[in-house]
């Protein structure tokens, strides 16, 4: 009997645990306060010009230094222009406002942009004496605020960081030991490393912020390195890299933070939201919740510690996944990196609730991964992770079963590291309290492997539904229509080599059409089409733009025969992974690519088309200060909203842009 007590009240002590984090809510941060009389400080009367070819920092500087002498609470006030700057640094009870139509811009040059020397052993810099660079700057300041809703520009196509490390490129801002720190309402673009990161910072607020990186590489939109008490809301990210990353090097750890009603846009070539890779102190009290994630190239949510972090208290819920990866990525493990002259710490996971979460359109079939690691005598064990309310559709079409990963090693850590696992659904190994409830999962097309497989690991199920999508038969259906030729997002992954009754077969060609007429009355003139295809397997061999200017606007383009159309490009060969340009000049109603492939995967990843048309360019939302001067930069439109991406003073703007990743489409 008294055996039988003891079992019911650690029964009831685990149900009581699982409430308190299932249900946490951290402490949010405090916000900067100001007078609101507070003394505006014009930096033109300090002499600074805006003129986008002089250096301000001088002028800029003296501003600050003014505002923070006075210690009044004063405002910084960069009024309308463009202020080229070196580094500046923020000082304590001050607001820097970048009114609208004020561009602050990084001057592109390396020697402007010294280390920041800081005391502090973190090792999220890779070694002691290593330091990162910054565009705007503070250090052990309190009260700061940076407004817009003007524009920062971190150049970052400059070309002076063309090959540089990321510690030869400045952090666009940058604050370290600081306390009541809040950005707000301003627009971050071209950052030349990652975007923005508080380091062992608190009380730190991030509200109504755009992040537009996507720049190759590492340009992660916001790096929370040792912070407690923090809040991300309603903010825009487009980068290249993480968008929302947490990290740890010292041992104080990341705590209390809240992230919520975010859209992640594009991660181009990592993850969504990731906890690491820099994992050494650790994770506590963390929300993410109301959040859309698209077009993510790795895991929608990554939660790794390999450095000796104890993660725990972990809530996401209420997120909308399209194109990621994979949805859901979590590793604990163990590769050594520490704070100096510190022992190496070996960590946990446990206690981590994934609600409510949809994801469509997958790129990768490595189905999702939670796994500890037992190496060299340890055994390190993921507990206590509840997956609820799920509905995600799972990428299939694997006819044979690959082998089970091997176990973690310390390599660099990521979702991709073991490639096609032996499960369409969810692979779990080392682990205790798995729990999957009220969940459905899809797969399509149909797969060899089973939905779920857990090696040394106890796993529940309550109310999971599993199904099998039937696909059509891709082999007979080459001709995609893109209803709306702005903002469809269509075609990616087209085939991969298999058809609905399983028959794979070798040679490809199909048409995907485009209805200029639906958005504008006269014939569109274009200059030019690209496509971009990812590396690894088969590629597309031969492509084409083909055009119609004919006096039918109706949509029926896949009925139009063969002499209606005119070739914009000659077929070009293209046997290999990354951009294909072709140049042309033409004036188009309709469009169609033409596409040929043999031999298996046809990786195609992106189409585009330009226009040099004045009515053309004004049609499309307006894309920033700087490049609309210029009148340079693509505005990609996908799913109906607007991103932008300003590839070089040469490229016009897009007018087509179809980014997807799916290898099917669901019938």
């Known amino acids: 009997m008294k055996r039988m007590s003891s079992f019911i009240m650690v029964a009831l002590l685990a149900i009581l645990s699982q409430t308190a984090w299932s249900q946490i809510t951290p402490t949010l941060p405090e916000e900067p306060q100001f007078p609101d009389d507070a003394p505006v400080y014009n930096v033109k009367k300090y002499g600074a010009r805006g003129v986008g070819i002089t250096d301000d920092t001088n002028a800029i500087q003296s501003a600050i230094d003014a505002c923070a002498e006075a210690n009044d609470g004063g405002t910084v006030l960069l009024p309308k222009g463009i202020y080229l700057t070196k580094t500046i640094q923020l000082k304590s009870n001050m607001t820097l406002k970048i009114d609208e139509g004020a561009t602050l811009r990084c001057t592109g040059k390396q020697e402007d942009f010294p280390p920041c020397v800081i005391e502090s052993d973190n090792c999220n810099w890779g070694s002691e004496g290593s330091y990162a660079r910054a565009f705007i700057y503070a250090y052990q300041a309190r009260n700061v605020r940076i407004t817009g809703p003007g524009t920062i520009n ?294 060899a492997r089973k939905f779920i497989v857990s090696t040394d690991a106890t796993v529940n199920q309550e109310n999971v539904t599993v199904e099998e999508h039937k696909m059509e038969n891709v082999a007979n259906a080459m001709t995609y229509l893109a209803d709306d030729g702005l903002n469809q997002s269509i075609l990616s992954y087209l085939w991969d080599g298999s058809t609905a009754d399983g028959n794979g077969f070798s040679t490809h060609e199909g048409y995907i059409y485009f209805d200029l007429a639906k958005h504008y009355q006269t014939p569109v003139n274009l200059v030019g089409g690209m496509i971009w295809q990812d590396g690894g397997g088969a590629h597309v061999d031969k492509w084409r733009i083909d055009y119609w200017n004919g006096s039918d606007d109706d949509w029926n383009s896949a009925d139009l025969t063969a002499n209606e159309w005119q070739e914009a490009m000659p077929l070009q060969d293209c046997t290999s992974a990354g951009y294909q340009y072709g140049d042309f000049t033409i004036a188009a109603k309709k469009l169609r690519l033409y596409i040929y492939c043999k031999d298996g995967n046809a990786n195609l990843h992106e189409f585009s088309a330009y226009s040099n048309d004045a009515e053309v360019r004004t049609s499309l939302p307006a894309i920033g200060t700087d490049d609309a001067q210029k009148g340079c930069g693509e505005a990609f439109l996908v799913d109906g909203k607007t991103a932008v991406n300003a590839v070089s003073d040469a490229m016009p703007k897009g007018l087509i842009y179809i980014r997807d990743h799916r290898k099917y489409v669901a019938r």
Not at 260 to 289: D, E, Q, V
Request: aromatic fraction near 8%.
């Open 154 to 447: 971190g150049n970052g196509y400059a070309s002076a960081w063309s090959g540089q490390h990321e510690l030869g490129r400045p952090i666009p801002i940058y604050m370290v030991q600081c306390e009541r720190v809040l950005l707000d309402n301003f627009l971050l673009k071209d950052g030349a490393m990652w975007n923005i990161v508080p380091m062992e910072t608190d009380d730190f607020t991030m509200r109504s912020v755009e992040i537009n990186a996507n720049i190759i590489p590492n340009r992660d939109g916001i790096d929370i390195v040792d912070c407690h008490r923090v809040l991300v809301e309603d903010c825009t990210f487009y980068t290249d890299d993480d968008c929302i990353c947490p990290k740890s090097g010292h041992s104080r750890g990341v705590e209390d933070v809240t992230v919520r009603h975010c859209s992640l846009t594009k991660s181009g070539r990592a993850n969504g939201i990731k906890f690491g890779t820099m994992s050494y102190g650790g994770f506590k009290r963390m929300l993410f919740h109301d959040i859309t994630m698209r077009d993510v190239n790795l895991a929608g949510i990554a939660i790794e510690s390999v450095d000796g972090a104890d993660i725990s208290e972990i809530e996401f819920r209420d997120i909308e996944m399209d194109g990621v990866g994979i949805p859901i990525f979590i590793i604990l493990g163990n590769r050594g990196n520490t704070m100096w002259h510190a022992e190496r710490r070996y960590g946990t996971i446990d206690n981590v609730l994934i609600k409510n979460v949809t994801a469509v359109h997958n790129r990768m079939n490595y189905g999702a991964i939670i796994s500890g690691t037992r190496r060299d005598g340890r055994d390190m064990r993921v507990k206590n992770v509840t997956l609820e309310g799920l509905d995600v559709s799972f990428t299939g079409g694997l006819q044979t079963v690959p082998k089970a990963p091997s176990e973690y090693d310390g390599r660099y850590p990521e979702s991709t590291m073991w490639g096609e696992t032996p499960v369409w659904g969810f692979y779990i190994r080392h682990a205790d309290g798995i729990n999957l409830k009220d969940c459905r999962f899809v797969v399509g097309p149909a797969d």
